[in-house]
Structures are given as structure tokens and as C-alpha cells.
């Protein structure tokens, strides 16, 4: 730790060393650090498994792996993508360490809370790996029953209780975020004052508060269910199981919005910086976030549309789920004539930004597609629902999460990365991703459900061009531990502001101090004060940068 | 915690602050714990709905006068906390005590009456999974009833356990005289929990008892 | 649209306005791309730094673009969803069938039982032209019922009917796939369906050797099971008689009126007097959940469906 810290003048890095300060830190930018251990080791794990997946798919004999095995691959990867990378990813790595920052605070309004946050976090971990190594669970991610409480011979209670246990993690978070929001901005920062990427922290979090409870509830019944033997989902017993996918969409649809909203918030950050000019639209944006968070809580149905509910149901949901489209697009129109006029570099974070852009895009004019209804009922449990959610999820907010790791890479360690390599891999991201799930639709439309361990011959060449893709994204997501890493040790100094940046996270030291700022900063200044007209910038404090 | 001049935590400008950080916090805790128990109740809704009376005729033996008497007593431990905040406002010490103490005995009589509740269901073998017995007149889901009773029942007395947790570590604030008419949040918003796990029962307690008995 | 080497085939007479409405969506999303794609190029070339494109006269008023391209947005959304609501109440609503096939689907297979009594497993044979419709049930757990070729899918839910049609237009076979996750072998729940001349059906039909039909072999379980002790013609208990009870509105103890449909007479036969009694009967139906798989509930209500009808109508 000592070559890391030695010549960095001190920082909340420097301030301690020991292990208890660490593991017992209340500092919001450390508690950062030891969640982005755990989702990375969660990443490599849940990548883990989609490789064995894509390796086995090459074959359409499906000979890699056994068919059980090959269930709980995939059971695995979305238990552990969803739940265990995507959802924290940007809120409790760059969130927890930017939201005080950015607002200009000393700490969350709950920082032993943050902390409890992270242990109940890998307690949920430890429940990961327990069914993991014990045999695994092969429900899906989805856990629909009976399947799941009456007929899987996996561990499906110990993942059930994995996930209720990471439920807490996230409304502690959530709330703490919420509270620190409304109450601990600095003097001057008012509401429309505040970076885009505070009211997508925000947004998120109301998100996480109100679906993630209900699927705790969900799945404790299923639990019961389980255990006991009793029928609350199981039409043998009276029960229904539609209730509960019902009850699982409700939270699991709201939860894919808490999975791109961050991502929305770091892409305006990033745009606005390397455009060197104020996001188009600010107001708007922020009632597209807000709009995107609530009208996202009536769509679930939409999961649904062949399972049995009624037409006029189906027919409501779809009509929600085109709504829900607009502030998206609305986003995306404001990214793009963002960059009219602006003054572009196309350094990494940017080339990661305008990736997402692109792949958001897709992703979501074939969200169009399956929310249609009529055409839902060909699609559905496809492949070309996998494509669809794999370009927002892995697209968007993969990409939005590695821009927003490079871009504050030089705050968070007071070091500056390799840029050569950095572009290589938003670059080699970009097209192996295109590669890995643009076949996907195809093989969707032909008609290839998901959850296939074998298919018919004739759709081979789809998936080897989706598993070449794949390796070249598993490149792609290597890549960047090895240069991050090695600026660590040998990458030149950063400054307190490398990128001329605006908000207030860039009004302090690289790394910051412990208590973030020397002085209360005093906001006058509205965010992204960039003038692409000659380039200067105001930072929200009124300085010049 | 020094007992010398208290100060509010480091990231707080004054105590005042954290007195409001507080009681927001708690606001939305109790807003995703409505979620909680509202998907728990939503669910025994529907299939109250679905299975009428079935429903009805399993609800006619759960037993009314314990969960009445378990109400009143729970409305009446809101009160206590209540008393207990006003003491701490009006600076008077022993109060907050004495109020805080009569919280906590009205909450472990809640869950000597609750468990005396489940002795007699069990003996009227009522307990799904465990010793059911599907009595005259019970139709199918009459077990899915009993089912929900225990669910909810057992998560609210859950709750309420840590409640009288979080009353019993007031005490022991109170008792080092933690409390002042300047600040007295963590009361405030241990008053709120308090009044919630309250409030589920006002909802539980119509929902799972009167039941079939209009 | 079977030029296209990437194309499922086309087979039935819901393939064409699917595919239709599908190339219109994808035409558009075409556009959306293009365009956000030309846009992010084009500024990226243009304004980046160091060029010498002028930066002046930035748009200040940002308003008007965005309610314009939002109230552009949500028309174009609305029409899409417009077009594919119409074409989904045609597709998903069941119509009355020229033929009824009973299917049932269970880890890991398809059974199929045709009203004639005859009965395949992972096959289906069709007659080309003519619309199927579908009763669907599920032994265990969730399944779909998945045909490509015809764009028609349905969960198979269990503790329900769904019901789904198709009229195939093509001779041939087509892929049947389980399209909802239901444990080890989901990947091999496979099936094709056979669409065949209507000649060449009828064969094939008596070929399958005289069996009862569907609706003779339920009168045989009606009395096997002990249902016409109550509902039989001579029985003395009290029991709504069942001649031409399918279809019709019935009006329960609790005032709620709803239509003798499948779901109705299974969950009658299954969960008995306890939630579905007709008014001015006493609730003494047994149940028989548990009793009697779902093969011999279709059975079962394939005779009731006949009864004041023609009598062993195939």
C-alpha cells in the first residue's frame, strides 16, 4: 500500500493505513473503494459464467456442458449480473464516492449506514457462493414457480435469501442518498443547480426504495413457500403463479430502470465535459430522469403479455411502455445536439459516452419492438429479448460505468491512466459488443428461445459470430485491470482538475482530503458553465478553470 | 459518547440538521417498509377476494379478543412514546424514563399475549405445515388463510422485537442524560418506528380478525 | 419475405401482418439510428476541437426543440402502438375453431389429443387452411407453446386453460418449441407440427385406428369417476343438470355471473362445491384436485361441451 500512497500528498488515501481503517472507515470515498472490490470480483464471476455459456453455445449439440449445468450457468450470471454488479455498480462506487463531492458535503447523512451497507453486501456474497460451490440453483434469474418452489432440486432458498439479504444493501443505500440529497447540499446549491448526475442518484434512489421491498416480500413467500411446503404460488394448493411474477415484475421491471438511470447521469457528465458545453436541455433532462423513475413503476406488465393476462391489460401496459420510451428519447436527442457547436475531444470517457449513446439507441428502438404487443408474442422469452436487454444493460450501462471509472479515475486515485490504451478498449468494447448481440436479434426472430442449452443446426453461424464477440468484449473488460492498475503504481500525477471540469468534485485535491473540502464551497454557478465558444469553463463554485 | 458538551456528528452543520436528517431518514424507512408489508397485503387481498369464503370461515378462528386486546395495547405503548418525547422536550428525566420503561412492558406484553395466541392456534391445530387439520366446512385454501395470518403476524412481531430493542438502547441513552430539550432526535425518530409498527397492526388486526364476522 | 436468408418461415395466416408490422418497426428503428448515429459522426467531425466551425449563436432557448421532438416522438410511439394493439386484440383473441385440440404440456413433452380421440405426443397434425384452436394445460410447471413459423406463442400456465389459435397456410412441418424455462431438459421440448391437404388429414385421422373420440371417452370417465350419480338424468341429488351449460352465463351464490367456459367446468371439478356454486344449489359437490390428471379433465369437458349438442360430435 505504502509505493500506492507514498509520494500522493495526503488524501483520504494517505490518512490511515491500517486494515481497520479501512474495514471500518466511515469515509464515504473509501466505503467506494471496498464496494468496487466486491462488484469487480462479482463482474469476474458473473463474466465467468457467460463465458462457459457463450464457449458452450458455439456447439449447437450443446456438448460443453451438461444441460443442469448449463441451467444454473445462466441462472447464476443473472442472479449475479443483476444483483450483484449491475445495481451497485455506479451507485455504490461512483456515487458513494461523488454525491457529497458533487454537492459539496463532508460525508453522506449516514456514513455508518454506508458502512453496515457494504457488510450486508458481502453477506449476501456469501450466500452467492455458498449455493455457487454447494451446486447451484437453476431457476433462472426470474425464480418463476412452481418451478422454483416445487419442482428445481437446486438451492433455490439460498439464492432467494442471497438476493433478500442484497435487497438491504440497496435500500440502505438508497437511502442514505435520498436523505443526503435533499438536506446536505452546500450553501448555493439549489435543486436546479445540481449536476445531472445527482438527480440520476436520486431518481435511482426513490426507484430502489419503493420496488426493492416488494420483491423482499416476494421472495420470502417463495421461500416459505419452499420450506414449508405450503401453496401460495402453487395452483395445486390454490395458489396462482401468475401473483408472482406479478409481484417479481413489479420490482424487477423499476429495477432495470435503477440500472440505467446512474448510467444516464454519467453519461451527461461526460458529454458535457468532452463537448466542452452546458447539456442541452437541462430541465428537461431532469424531468425525463424523474419521469422515467415513476412511469417505470406501470409497466411490468409488459413481461407478461403472452403468460395469460387479460387483453385489455396487455394492451394498457403496452401503451405504458411506449410512454416510458419518450423521456429516453427525449435523453437521447439532447446527447446528441449536445455535441452541436461543442468543442469534442474524444478522449476514453467521451469514446465510452458516445458508445452508449449508440448502444442505448439500439437497445431502445427494439425495446420499441418488443413492447409491441403484437409483436411480443413472436419475440417473447426469444433471443431478441436477450439482445434488447444485453444492449441497454451491458451497452449501456457497462460502458456508462467504465466512462465514469476512467473519467474519475484521476480524482479517485490522484493518478492518470494510459489514454492510448484506454481509447483501445472503449474502441474494441464498442465493436465486440456490437458482435457478441447483434446476432442475437437474428436468432430471435427465427424463432431461438432463451434458455437453450442445444438448437438446430442451421443457427450456428449466428452464435459463433456472438461468441467471437464475446471474447474479443472479454478482452475489452480485461483490458482496462491491467492499465488502471498500473497507473497505480506508475501513472504521472493527477491534478485537482485534468479535464477542466465543473463540478465541485473537481474544486478539490486529486485525491480529496478526508473531509473533501478545506472550505464549505459556496455554489453560484450553474453546472456545465462551459463556453464552447472559446473554451473556458466556470466551475460551480464561480472559479474559473 | 463523551458526556461533556455533545456535538453533532462531523458531517452535520449543527444539531438542528441532524434532527432533520433523522426524522427524513426514518420517513423513508417506514416508506419502503409500507412497500414491505403493502406486498404482503396486497397478496392475502387478492386471494381473500378469490376465495371468499373459504377465507371467511378460516378467519372465524382466529382469535378476536387477544388480537383486540393486543390492539389497545399496542395504541396504548404509542401513547407512553409519545409522553417519552414530551418529557425529553420538557427536560424532565425521569419521564423520558418512566415513559420509555412503560413502552417497553407494553411491547413484551404484545408478545406474551402474541405468543400466547399461537400456544392456542397450535392446540387448535391451525398451524400450516406444522400440524394443519382441515376442519368441516374448510374448503382448500383455508390452510392459504392461516398461511398469511402467521406470515404477517410473525413479521410484525418481528418488528416490534426490534422496536423494543431500539426503546430498550434509548433507555440507556436516557439513563446518561442523552437527551436534552436542544436535541432529542434519535427519540423522535425511534417514536416514529414506534407509531408504525403500530399503525401495521391497525391494518393487520382488521384484515386477518374481523374477517367474516359482519 | 423467405428471400431473406435470415427469415423464419412463413406459415400460417398470422406471419404475414407480424412480419409486416415488424419490417415497419424495424424501419423506423432504422431511421432512429441512422440518424442519431449521422448526428453524433457529423458533430463529432465537425466540432471537434481545433476545427474552425463557428460556435456562435448557440441555441439559448432550448424549449421549442425539445417539445417538438418530444411531442414527435410520442405521436410516432403512439401510432406504433396503435397498429400493434389492433393487430394484437386479432391475434391473441381466440376465435371459434374449425378444430379443437386439446393440448397438454409437462416436463418435458407435448401431448396432444385430437376430439376424434386421437392422440400424438411432440406431433401435431393439421390440416392446412383450416383454424385450429387450441386448449392449453400444464401437468407441473410453466411452459409456452411456441411455433415460429406461425408467430403464435402461449404460456401453458398450470391451474388454468389458455387457449390460442392458428390457421397454418403452408404444407409442411414446423418447429413446436417450449418457449418459458421448465427445468432440465426445456432445450429438447421440442415438437414440429404437421400441416398436411385436407385429404391427405382425413387419412391420416382414420389411419390413427377407431378410438372413442374425445367426447366418448369423458362420458366414460363421467361414469367411471361417479359424476352421473349427481348429474346423470335418474340421479335424485339436487345438481345443475349440464346440457348445454358450456357457453352459457351462469350466475353464482355470491350474484357474480360468469361464462361457462373450460377454466370454469375444471376449477367446478376440481375445487367442488366450495367457491363456484350456481345459485339455488346446495354446495355439496366433492373436489377432485388431485384426483384426475389433466388428460382426462380435457376429456372430461370435451363430453360436457357436447352435451346438448350433437352428441359425439368429433
Same mark, same amino acid.
Given at each position: ?545 | ?115 400466547? @395466541?399461537? /400456544?392456542?392456534? %397450535?392446540?387448535?391445530? *391451525?398451524?400450516?405445515?406444522?400440524? #394443519? =387439520?382441515?376442519?368441516?366446512? $374448510? ?48 427519540? @423522535?425518530? /425511534?417514536?416514529? %418506528?414506534?407509531?408504525? *409498527?403500530?399503525?401495521?397492526?391497525? #391494518? =393487520?388486526?382488521?384484515?386477518? $380478525? ?5 | ?314
Amino acid at each position: 500500500m505504502t509505493t500506492l500512497t507514498a509520494d500522493l500528498p495526503a488524501s483520504y488515501l494517505t490518512k490511515e493505513q491500517t486494515i481497520a481503517s479501512w474495514l471500518l472507515t466511515t469515509d464515504h470515498k473509501r466505503i467506494a473503494l471496498l464496494y468496487f472490490a466486491s462488484i469487480t470480483a462479482f463482474f469476474f464471476i458473473g463474466g465467468f459464467a457467460a463465458t462457459l455459456i457463450r464457449l458452450h453455445l458455439v456447439n449447437p449439440a450443446g456438448t460443453l456442458l451438461q444441460p443442469d449445468m448449463y441451467n444454473r450457468m445462466f441462472t447464476m450470471h443473472g442472479i449475479v449480473m443483476v444483483w450483484f454488479f449491475l445495481i451497485p455498480s455506479i451507485p455504490n462506487t461512483l456515487g458513494n464516492f461523488l454525491v457529497p463531492l458533487m454537492i459539496g458535503a463532508k460525508d453522506l447523512a449516514f456514513p455508518r449506514i454506508n458502512l453496515a451497507s457494504w457488510y450486508v453486501f458481502n453477506l449476501a456474497g456469501l450466500f452467492v457462493l455458498y449455493f455457487l460451490f454447494m451446486g447451484g440453483v437453476d431457476t433462472g434469474w426470474t425464480f418463476y414457480t412452481p418451478l422454483s418452489t416445487h419442482y428445481a432440486n437446486g438451492y433455490v432458498v439460498a439464492a432467494a435469501v442471497a438476493v433478500f439479504i442484497n435487497g438491504f444493501s440497496s435500500i440502505m443505500t438508497g437511502l442514505n442518498f435520498v436523505v443526503t440529497i435533499h438536506r446536505m447540499r452546500a450553501p448555493g446549491m439549489v435543486w436546479m443547480r445540481l449536476p445531472l448526475f445527482i438527480w440520476a442518484i436520486y431518481a435511482t434512489s426513490a426507484v430502489m426504495l419503493l420496488a426493492t421491498p416488494v420483491l423482499a416480500m416476494t421472495l420470502f413467500l417463495v421461500g416459505v413457500e419452499r420450506t414449508a411446503g405450503v401453496g401460495i404460488f402453487d395452483p395445486a394448493l390454490g395458489g396462482d403463479p401468475l401473483l408472482f411474477q406479478h409481484m417479481f415484475w413489479f420490482y424487477s421491471h423499476p429495477a432495470v430502470y435503477i440500472m440505467i438511470l446512474p448510467a444516464m447521469g454519467v453519461v451527461s457528465e461526460l458529454i458535457a465535459c468532452f463537448a466542452r458545453k452546458p447539456i442541452f436541455g437541462y430541465a428537461g433532462m431532469t424531468y425525463a430522469l424523474m419521469a422515467i423513475a415513476v412511469i417505470g413503476f406501470f409497466v411490468w406488465g409488459h413481461h407478461m403479455f403472452t403468460a395469460g393476462i387479460s387483453i385489455y391489460s396487455a394492451v394498457v401496459f403496452s401503451l405504458m411502455s411506449f410512454v416510458v420510451a419518450v423521456p429516453s428519447a427525449i435523453k437521447t436527442f439532447n446527447w446528441t445536439v449536445t455535441l452541436h457547436k461543442g468543442r469534442i475531444t474524444f478522449d476514453a470517457p467521451m469514446l465510452y459516452a458516445l458508445g452508449f449513446v449508440g448502444l442505448f439507441t439500439i437497445g431502445g428502438v427494439t425495446g420499441l419492438i418488443v413492447a409491441t404487443v403484437a409483436l411480443d408474442i413472436h419475440l417473447q422469452d426469444t433471443y431478441f429479448v436477450v439482445a434488447h436487454f444485453h444492449y441497454i444493460m451491458v451497452g449501456g450501462t457497462v460502458s456508462a460505468y467504465f466512462g465514469g471509472l476512467h473519467y474519475w479515475w484521476p480524482k479517485i486515485t490522484g493518478r492518470l491512466y494510459s489514454e492510448m490504451l484506454a481509447r483501445f478498449a472503449a474502441l474494441l468494447t464498442f465493436l465486440g459488443f456490437n458482435l457478441t448481440f447483434f446476432p442475437q436479434f437474428i436468432l430471435g426472430y427465427l424463432g431461438m428461445p432463451r434458455r437453450y442449452y442445444a438448437y438446430p443446426p442451421e443457427w450456428q453461424v449466428w452464435h459463433v459470430l456472438s461468441s467471437a464477440g464475446a471474447s474479443i468484449l472479454a478482452v475489452a473488460y480485461v483490458l482496462p485491470l491491467f492499465y488502471l492498475g498500473w497507473s497505480l503504481f506508475r501513472g504521472e500525477r493527477a491534478g485537482a482538475n485534468p479535464w477542466r471540469a465543473t463540478g465541485l468534485e473537481w474544486r478539490t485535491s486529486s485525491p480529496p482530503p478526508a473531509h473533501n473540502f478545506a472550505r464549505a464551497p459556496l455554489v453560484t454557478s450553474a453546472p456545465y458553465a462551459y463556453n464552447p465558444e472559446d473554451g473556458s469553463a466556470i466551475a460551480q463554485d464561480g472559479a474559473h478553470v | 459518547m463523551s458526556e461533556s458538551a455533545p456535538r453533532p456528528a462531523e458531517q452535520f452543520a449543527d444539531f438542528a440538521q441532524q434532527g432533520e436528517v433523522a426524522q427524513l431518514g426514518m420517513f423513508v424507512f417506514i416508506a419502503t417498509e409500507v412497500l414491505f408489508f403493502g406486498g404482503l397485503v396486497f397478496t392475502y387481498y387478492i386471494y381473500r377476494h378469490l376465495y371468499g369464503a373459504e377465507f371467511a370461515i378460516a378467519g372465524r378462528d382466529a382469535k378476536l379478543m387477544l388480537g383486540a386486546i393486543n390492539a389497545a395495547i399496542l395504541l396504548t405503548s404509542s401513547l407512553t412514546m409519545v409522553l417519552a418525547i414530551e418529557a425529553a422536550a420538557a427536560d424532565r428525566q425521569r419521564a423520558i424514563l418512566r415513559w420509555l420503561a412503560l413502552t417497553v412492558a407494553l411491547g413484551f406484553l404484545f408478545l406474551g399475549v402474541k405468543g400466547w @395466541e399461537y /400456544v392456542t392456534d %397450535y392446540r387448535d391445530h *391451525v398451524v400450516p405445515a406444522v400440524n #394443519f =387439520l382441515m376442519k368441516p366446512g $374448510y374448503g382448500g385454501p383455508a390452510e392459504l388463510f392461516w398461511v398469511f395470518y402467521f406470515i404477517a403476524t410473525g413479521i410484525h412481531a418481528i418488528h416490534l422485537t426490534i422496536g423494543i430493542g431500539a426503546v430498550l438502547a434509548m433507555m440507556r441513552f436516557a439513563r446518561r442524560g442523552r437527551f436534552t430539550p436542544v436535541y432529542y432526535a434519535p427519540l @423522535e425518530v /425511534v417514536g416514529l %418506528y414506534w407509531s408504525f *409498527v403500530d399503525c401495521v397492526w391497525l #391494518f =393487520l388486526f382488521p384484515a386477518l $380478525y374481523l374477517l367474516g364476522r359482519s | 419475405m423467405e428471400w431473406v436468408p435470415f427469415w423464419p418461415r412463413n406459415a400460417a395466416t398470422a406471419a404475414t401482418p407480424v412480419d409486416t408490422l415488424f419490417i415497419a418497426e424495424l424501419a423506423i428503428s432504422a431511421v432512429i439510428i441512422l440518424m442519431v448515429f449521422a448526428m453524433i459522426v457529423g458533430f463529432g467531425v465537425r466540432y471537434r476541437a481545433g476545427s474552425d466551425a463557428s460556435r456562435s449563436n448557440l441555441v439559448r432557448k432550448s424549449w421549442r426543440f425539445e417539445i417538438a421532438w418530444t411531442v414527435a416522438t410520442f405521436l410516432v410511439f403512439l401510432g406504433l402502438f396503435i397498429y400493434g394493439a389492433n393487430l394484437y386484440v386479432w391475434l391473441y383473441g381466440t376465435p371459434p375453431g374449425d378444430l379443437e385440440i386439446y393440448v397438454v404440456g409437462k416436463q418435458w413433452m407435448w401431448k396432444m389429443q385430437h376430439p376424434g380421440g386421437q392422440r400424438e405426443i411432440d406431433t401435431l397434425h393439421v390440416p392446412v387452411g383450416k383454424t385450429v384452436r387450441l386448449v392449453l394445460a400444464s401437468q407441473d410447471v410453466i411452459h409456452s407453446f411456441f411455433v415460429p413459423a406461425f408467430r403464435v406463442k402461449r404460456d401453458v400456465v398450470p391451474g388454468t386453460y389458455e387457449t390460442a389459435w392458428f390457421t397454418p397456410t403452408k404444407i409442411g412441418e414446423f418447429r413446436l418449441e417450449c418457449a418459458e424455462f421448465c427445468g432440465t431438459q426445456h432445450a429438447h421440448m421440442l415438437g414440429s407440427i404437421v400441416v398436411m391437404a385436407p385429404a391427405d388429414y382425413a387419412r391420416w385421422l382414420a389411419d390413427q385406428g377407431a378410438e372413442p373420440s374425445l367426447a366418448q371417452q369423458g362420458e366414460a370417465l363421467f361414469r367411471s369417476y361417479g359424476c352421473s350419480g349427481c348429474h346423470g338424468a335418474n340421479s335424485t341429488v339436487h345438481a345443475p343438470p349440464l346440457d348445454g351449460l358450456y357457453g352459457r352465463i351462469v350466475h353464482l351464490q355470491d350474484g357474480e355471473a360468469v361464462t361457462a367456459d373450460e377454466q370454469y367446468i375444471r376449477d367446478c371439478i376440481l375445487q367442488g362445491a366450495a367457491r363456484i356454486v350456481p345459485a339455488g344449489y346446495p354446495p355439496i359437490m366433492p373436489a377432485f384436485a388431485g384426483q384426475i390428471g389433466e388428460d382426462d379433465l380435457m376429456k372430461l369437458i370435451a363430453y360436457i361441451r357436447s352435451l346438448g349438442r350433437e352428441r359425439h360430435a368429433p
